[in-house]
């Protein structure tokens, strides 16, 4: 994992003295709102429907026990007892006070984390595979890279006021695990003659109009990725739209320029900002990755597994996924418990799970975009130990990428541009679906759900998504289906007319039971989809 | 920090269309719709060039004064407009040597905001040393 040496600590410490001034400007009255809502939001610090919330970065989703527990701790004292991960991979809280914000970040700081950039029209906290470093697909793990630009993009002096947000994600597998298409800049680390480079797709997004980015250039040699990041990115702070905020994101200008031209565009400026020394010499990248050594995994552990409890079979099936290093596994824990908020966690449960990867997965966590947690390098020894710490403490659901693994953003519970909930939906679903047999009947199927059309929830890119629409001023629900934000990305196509809440659950039964009439051997619900097309669906659903 | 008006005798800015048309003004104003590089072959004339911020929020002047300075333009570079004391670090960082705030600016806190940071991540037009050079030398 990324250690901070002496200048990642004092530019954390410095931003952390920024904003507590800024704050004290604030509530001394000295700025306006107005003036003060930028910094805020570069800040993580959104205001909400009830109260602030902070957002904190958690870079490639990647934590030791000692953040995590910081993570818990900040719950505790400041918040309401629970945090909630988020698809950045990120957490909120959702009830912080002004004044304590400062407090809440210099404690972050001493554990080198921070709020820097989880919000506001910059470069976002970059993400990337949950499973870096640890699954047996990838050509590399990608987070040095995503470190890297992590540090280029912090306090960028010349893209800090871009025309919207710009989110990155960076992964070195052919299986995307991070919606990597779908987002303003999606990397993907591949190999050429031996070497590693960076494919760089851009202009991907999902909001009112999601885009699948296009790849604007195959190879670019690592030397050289920051320099052609910079120009990706000057080209878009040039150009990009700033008439109207639902057209300026990057994905707008590159659809409007056509890829070719953007492509061009970009050449042309990299050719020049190449030249300009900014991108750092091969030994930092090799600095940087040094830090992400793989953990001396003991190859010659027991690969046998006691699956005499049957509980803990099923969950061993569909929640543990194979690791790189024979006698290790990757353990997927489920935030999703039937009837829960996906994505929320409570403080003992964070420290639990802390606790989990001290003793048992070399210290390692991840957050997923799926709003999950992983412990990336555990014994299969150790697994069934660790099982029985989870099922004791609500966290050994065993429904990864079921129906009931959803996806939810905050919605009208908490989140001010909200249509309707998203939170309740999700509830309903699971609990109609929480017949766990009937889950595994239908196999992987991936649910999200938006409050709104700016697409939180990646409803887009759902097996089956859903979103929250204003129908005269009742909460009302559109069903799409055949999204996807895999390798195999996809965008969803609407149904037709919308529900209320409890017709959209019976509106996916029928969909899920089409689906086991339709299906042949193999088929995924997104592959049955695809292969017999929106008619015999919506006629299901409709009648 | 220069003051922000006129000093005297200094000429008034033209604007970029009537600059590139005429005239063998010395000082022109940028508006953010405008391409810098319109500018680079008259570099080597010019004193003054004053880059337009009508709202902070709209960051195309840090391009503009990034692209002037990677130019080789040695003259003065203002930022003119809602230059808040928030953003003049960034914007020091990009090339802008003056200011020109509409709203005057509180020097404690000018002060304070371009001092806070000890380095720099990156390389910029300040030609502050980027961290990544302090650690390998
Ligand atoms: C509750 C407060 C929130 C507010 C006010 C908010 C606001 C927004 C807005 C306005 C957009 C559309 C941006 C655009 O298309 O330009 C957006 C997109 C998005 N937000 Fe949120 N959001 C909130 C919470 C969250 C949470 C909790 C998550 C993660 C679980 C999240 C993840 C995303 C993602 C993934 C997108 C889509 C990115 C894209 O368009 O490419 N947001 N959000
Ligand atoms: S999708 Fe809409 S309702 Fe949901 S969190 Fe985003 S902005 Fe709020």
Redesign the pocket.
């Known amino acids: 994992m990324y250690k901070y040496d002496e200048y990642d600590h004092a530019m954390v410490e410095a931003r952390v003295a920024e904003f507590s001034d800024q704050v004290r400007r604030r509530l001394a009255g000295e700025i306006t709102e107005d003036q003060f809502k930028p910094l805020r939001l570069m800040n993580g610090l ?1 205001l ?1 429907l009830h109260a602030y ?1 902070l ?1 904190v970065a958690v870079p490639y989703g990647t934590l030791d026990s000692r953040q995590m527990r910081m993570l818990a701790h900040i719950a505790r004292k400041y918040d309401r007892d629970y945090g ?1 991960f ?3 991979q ?1 957490i ?1 809280y959702n009830w912080i006070k002004l004044e304590d914000a400062p407090a809440i970040l210099e404690e972050l700081a001493s554990v080198e984390m921070h709020a820097i950039q989880t919000s506001g029209n910059c470069i976002r906290n970059i993400s990337s595979d949950q499973w870096a470093g640890a699954a047996a697909d990838e050509i590399t793990d990608p987070r040095p890279w995503a470190e890297l630009l992590r540090q280029w993009s912090s306090f960028h002096p010349e893209f800090s006021y871009l025309p ?2 710009f ?1 990155i994600a960076v992964i070195a597998a052919d299986e995307d695990r991070a919606a990597m298409r ?3 800049i999606g990397i993907q680390i591949v190999e050429k003659d031996g070497v590693h480079g960076a494919a760089f797709y851009v202009g ?5 109009t ?1 885009m699948i980015a296009p790849l604007i250039k195959d190879f670019v040699p690592l030397e050289d990725m920051l320099s052609y990041a910079e120009a990706c990115l000057r080209v878009y702070n040039r150009y990009g739209r700033r008439d109207n ?2 057209k ?2 990057i ?1 707008i200008l590159i659809h409007e320029l056509g890829a070719d031209e953007y492509r061009r565009q970009v050449e042309e400026e990299w050719a020049h900002v190449k030249s300009l020394g900014i991108d750092p010499p091969n030994a930092e990248f090799d600095r940087i990755a040094a830090q992400f050594a793989p953990p001396a995994l003991d190859a010659s552990a027991p690969d046998e597994i006691d699956r005499s409890d049957p509980d803990f079979a099923v969950w061993l099936d569909q929640n543990v996924a194979a690791h790189k290093v024979p006698g290790h596994a990757i353990v997927n824990i489920s935030l999703k418990p039937v009837g829960g908020i996906p ?1 929320d966690a409570s403080s003992a449960q964070i420290d639990l799970m802390a606790d989990l990867a001290e003793k048992y997965s070399h210290d390692e966590l991840r957050v997923t975009h799926a ?1 999950n947690i992983v412990l990336p390098h555990v014994r299969k020894a150790d697994l069934y130990t660790i099982w029985q710490a989870l099922d004791a403490a609500g966290l050994a659901t065993p429904n990864l990428d079921l129906i009931s693994d959803i ?1 939810a ?2 919605g009208l519970d ?4 909200a249509n309707a909930r998203s939170i309740p939906v999700a509830q309903k679903i699971a609990t109609r679906f929480s017949d766990l047999d009937r889950q595994k009947e239908l196999g992987e199927l991936k649910l999200k759900i938006s409050g709104c059309i ?5 409803h887009h890119a759902g097996h089956i998504g859903i979103l929250g629409v204003d129908r005269k001023g009742t909460e009302n629900y559109q069903l799409l289906l055949g999204g996807s934000g895999a390798e195999d990305v996809s965008l969803g196509t609407i149904t037709g007319p919308g529900f209320d809440e409890d017709g959209i659950v019976d509106a996916i039964e029928r969909v899920t039971d089409k689906y086991l009439a339709e299906r042949t051997e193999g088929e995924r619900f997104v592959d049955t989809f695809r292969r017999v097309g929106m008619a015999p669906f919506k006629e299901a659903i409709y009648g | 920090m220069t003051d922000t008006a006129l000093q005297s005798g200094e000429e008034p800015c033209v604007t970029l269309d009537a600059f590139l048309s005429q005239s063998n003004a010395t000082a022109v104003r940028l508006e953010p719709d405008e391409d810098a590089r319109a500018l680079i072959p008259h570099l080597d004339r010019l004193a003054l060039i004053e880059v337009a911020f009508p709202k902070f929020r709209d960051g195309r002047g840090y391009s503009s004064a990034r692209i002037l300075r990677e130019a080789g333009y040695t003259g003065e570079l203002r930022a003119q407009g809602d230059v808040l004391v928030d953003q003049i670090a960034y914007m020091k960082r990009c090339g802008f040597d003056t200011f020109a705030p509409e709203k005057a600016l509180n020097p404690a806190d000018v002060e304070a905001a371009l001092s806070r940071w000890p380095e720099h991540y990156q390389g910029a037009a300040d030609g502050a040393v980027p961290i990544w050079k302090l650690r390998h030398g």
């Open positions: 959104y909400q919330m957002r909630h988020t698809t950045r990120n909120q919207r947000k989110k779908l987002h303003d991907g997004g999902m909001g009112r999601p905020i639902y300026a994101r994905k994505g709003q996806i953003c905050p908490y989140c001010s541009l700016n697409a939180c929830g990646h």
